[in-house]
């Protein structure tokens, strides 16, 4: 400890002469038994010391697929993030759908102004959705991470993409999209779990890299090392790395595969469930995380069993209109048995978060978000997603890093304000062509509350086709009607197309209230009683109907009101 305060004794001193230097003394560090080499010494840590606290902060963003709010629960490390930063328990994805949620993502933009309305084109019969309406309406140049990587940033990407931005055998290479340092995508491949591909760039370009998968008669270990949760966590924390002993800010976002379903009628190896786990997380009560298995039951899916009757839409004049909830439900042991899956195939990436919070520094923000629920039962549905109701739209939003100040923010916000957000945390001005507004207010304000109101936006999968979880869902997302929808605190409104046509349409609206349920249990459009709440709703439903503008076309300050 002697040589220590030695130390400490010379830098202050070293110090000392410095300021009395700057201020026009004369005196000599080697007259008060200071080196040169001492100051200098000095000099550089000052330097290093300024040049870090101007750098701007590094961002890690980890996007969950499907991931329902049921889950929460289980993930240690959202509870950790619960506890030292902000909680958003009002936030929501602009469309329960992945394509449509993670276009909207990207740019802070609208689906209307984004032009990706579906999961997918159907094999290009479509320009409505997947990656091919993503490119077309030239939404890789306005996402956000374009604007990062101008402003300094080393920007990395690793995990699940776009639907449809694909490769394999024999197929030619997708575009590398603009903005991103880093670009190692895992394609739709690992769906399953196993024996997938992903890129790389070299130079630019991109280079294809193979992860077969062990045979079954290897040991759960091996299978668990080449488990695509397991490469995407390990990609992700080698560019953390990287960007911790680097001189330049770094923006990464790590999209997992967990909790999405499967996509093949028969999973890679025998015995695989709907929702494949690695193997380590497929055995014992405590499989599930924070929650015993055992415990996780149909009491965690509010709405579950509830009569579809009292969801059955009405027309503008309080008449019922046509039904469209027609599907067979979910018995309860399959909802368990589901539950308790995803629960379990979540947990890597809940040990992957840790693993993040644990190896960053102090000045990096951690964010964690899904790009859209996920329903087992609830509402007389039977699993899957796209409704505008709380299990599909409701997604976690956990945000940490340098002055996050801990709690629950009550601001409602939809995933088009994350753009904004980044970029403010970037030290650069919104894109005029963003519609979300940025959270940075709220960070270190619990109580801000600035808007009070998110807007979704949906479209009719049946005009597309080609849904790819439809051996799952059972056709359920060919029966969600197309639906513009309001949600405040305590109120839902959805307008739903229900003429299934492409060019007709029919009016129908639902309106429920949260005040006293946790879930959509009655359709309420059409009670004396909600009256006020109902007009205040279908009054911004005609405001945000004038926001049309697309593309790079500037967002008029009234259309970003409608959210307050």
């Not at 800010?249 to 996509?263: D, G, I, K, Q, S």
């Not at 605190?489 to 009016?507: E, K, M």
Request: aromatic letters at 8%; proline letters at 6%.
């Amino acid at each position: 400890m002697q040589h220590l305060r030695r130390g400490l004794g010379a830098l202050c001193l070293s110090l000392c002469l410095l300021a009395f230097a700057a201020c026009g003394g004369s005196a000599s560090a080697t007259d008060a038994g200071v080196s040169v080499n001492q100051v200098a010494l000095t000099k550089n840590v000052m330097k290093a010391r300024t040049a870090k606290a101007a750098k701007k902060p590094n961002i890690v963003v980890v996007m969950l697929d499907d991931f329902s709010m049921d889950l929460l629960q289980t993930m240690r490390s959202a509870r950790a993030m619960r506890r030292s930063g902000a909680s958003y328990s009002h936030a929501f994805a602009v469309d329960s759908l992945c394509c449509v949620s993670r276009s909207s993502f990207f740019t802070g933009q609208y689906p209307h102004q984004t032009g990706v309305h579906t999961n997918t084109s159907n094999q290009g019969r479509s320009d409505l959705g997947g990656w091919p309406a993503f490119l077309a309406h030239g939404n890789p140049q306005r996402s956000f991470n374009v604007r990062l990587q101008q402003a300094g940033y080393d920007t990395g990407f690793v995990g699940k993409y776009l639907n449809e931005y694909e490769w394999g055998p024999g197929r030619p290479l997708p575009p590398v999209p603009p903005g991103w340092s880093t670009f190692d995508v895992v394609f739709g491949s690992a769906y399953d779990g196993w024996d997938f591909a992903s890129s790389t760039l070299e130079g630019g370009r991109m280079r294809i890299v193979d992860h077969p998968a062990p045979p079954a008669s290897a040991p759960a270990a091996a299978k668990d090392a080449a488990y695509a949760g397991t490469v995407i966590g390990d990609l992700a924390l080698d560019f953390i790395a990287r960007g911790e002993a680097g001189s330049k800010p770094y923006f990464l976002e790590v999209a997992a595969y967990a909790p999405h379903n499967r996509t093949q009628p028969l999973g890679h190896y025998p015995g695989d469930p709907l929702f494949p786990a690695m193997f380590r997380d497929r055995a014992g009560d405590r499989s599930c995380g924070r929650v015993a298995c055992s415990r996780l039951t149909t009491r965690d899916l509010p709405g579950f069993g509830d009569r579809r009757a009292d969801n059955r839409p009405r027309l503008r004049n309080g008449k019922p209109a046509r039904v469209w909830n027609t599907g067979g439900g979910l018995s309860r042991a399959a909802a368990v048995r589901d539950l308790r899956d995803r629960a379990r195939m979540a947990q890597s990436t809940d040990r992957l978060v840790t693993q993040i919070l644990e190896t960053v520094g102090d000045d990096t923000y951690v964010v964690l978000t899904s790009d859209n629920g996920f329903h087992l039962g609830q509402n007389g549905l039977a699993r899957g997603k796209g409704t505008a109701y709380d299990t599909d739209t409701h997604v976690p939003l956990l945000v940490t890093g340098p002055g996050v100040v801990p709690g629950v923010r009550r601001e409602v916000t939809n995933n088009i304000d994350l753009a904004p957000t980044f970029e403010e945390l970037a030290g650069l001005r919104p894109a005029r062509f963003r519609s979300g507004v940025s959270l940075v207010p709220t960070f270190g304000d619990r109580k801000v509350v600035r808007r009070t109101h998110a807007f979704f936006e949906h479209t009719q999968q049946t005009l597309v086709g080609g849904d790819p979880d439809a051996a799952y869902t059972g056709g359920e997302l060919d029966r969600i009607p197309s639906y513009t929808a309001v949600r405040s605190r305590t109120g839902l409104l959805v307008r739903l197309d229900l003429d299934p046509s492409a060019r007709g349409t029919t009016w129908g609206y639902e309106f429920y209230n949260y005040r006293h349920r946790a879930f959509e249990a009655r359709n309420q459009f059409a009670s004396p009683r909600r009256a006020a709440e109902v007009a205040d709703l279908m009054a911004r439903l005609k405001a945000f109907d004038k926001c049309r503008e697309s593309g790079n076309q500037r967002v008029p300050a009234r259309c970003r009101a409608l959210t307050r």
